[in-house]
């Protein structure tokens, strides 16, 4: 079966710092996605990234950056220069159609970032 | 192009009664699939439709039911109410279903459903 931890519960930091945010997954499956997902105080959502398991690029947007090991198992996303906006609750996310269909994402626990002015 | 919508946004109920929450998906997306959220489970996949068929079904008890209509929209039901019942329920659409190879998933703003 799937499954998708994200180790840290909270992170806080300043304004203007780096901060990455780990996610690590477990799937017996060779073709499989992998997905971060920002959720605001409003509740909803929002979609930041896909990956699929034949990408090892790593991918940056911004001031976004995500980093594709799959020797490790990771899919760690980091945000440079932060902001009080980026505060949120990130999700990190696992697609797996492979066993037997996808039973629709496995999320992990989510990660709440808290950015202080 | 409008996004995902929910309906009501918050919801009261009493144990033992019945809801019914709502979502409409984004134009042209045929995949819907509802989420629970909790404090104490997180996020959990309840059901997923594509062409008004449930394509799967997570881990949830036979009192939540679902359904799709042939403009896309679908519906979850919660019969019997328990207390554990409250949470956020999340609606997301995409173009195809988990199945195909997951295409991005964009997510409503939920239901706070409250069981009193």
């Known amino acids: 079966a799937q499954k998708v931890t994200q180790a840290q519960t909270e992170i806080s930091v300043v304004e203007k710092e780096d901060v990455t945010l780990d996610c690590v997954y477990e799937?017996?499956?060779?073709?499989?996605?992998l997905f971060w997902y920002k959720q605001p105080p409003s509740g909803e959502l929002v979609f930041l990234i896909r990956r699929n398991s034949f990408d090892e690029q790593n991918e940056i947007s911004g001031r976004y950056s995500w980093n594709f090991q799959k020797s490790t198992s990771s899919f760690n996303f980091t945000i440079t220069a932060s902001q009080v906006v980026d505060s949120a609750v990130y999700f990190c996310a696992l697609s797996d159609p492979g066993e037997g269909g996808a039973d629709g994402l496995t999320f992990g626990k989510g990660t709440h970032l808290i950015i202080q002015p | 192009k409008a996004g995902v919508t929910q309906t009501p946004r918050y919801l009261i109920k009493t144990r033992g009664q019945q809801v019914t929450l709502s979502c409409s998906p984004i134009?042209?997306?045929?995949?819907v699939s509802w989420y629970q959220q909790t404090p104490g489970q997180g996020l959990q996949f309840l059901f997923e439709?594509?062409?008004?068929?449930?394509?799967n079904k997570g881990n949830f008890p036979g009192r939540f039911s679902g359904r799709q209509f042939s403009n896309s929209r679908s519906e979850m039901n919660v019969s019997t109410l328990e207390l554990g019942d409250s949470a956020l329920y999340l609606c997301a659409s995409s173009l195809t279903p988990s199945d195909r190879g997951a295409t991005e998933a964009f997510f409503g703003q939920g239901t706070r459903l409250t069981v009193v």
């Open positions: 134009s042209g997306h045929r995949s």
């Open positions: 439709y594509f062409s008004e068929t449930q394509r």
């Open positions: 799937t017996r499956d060779t073709t499989y996605y």
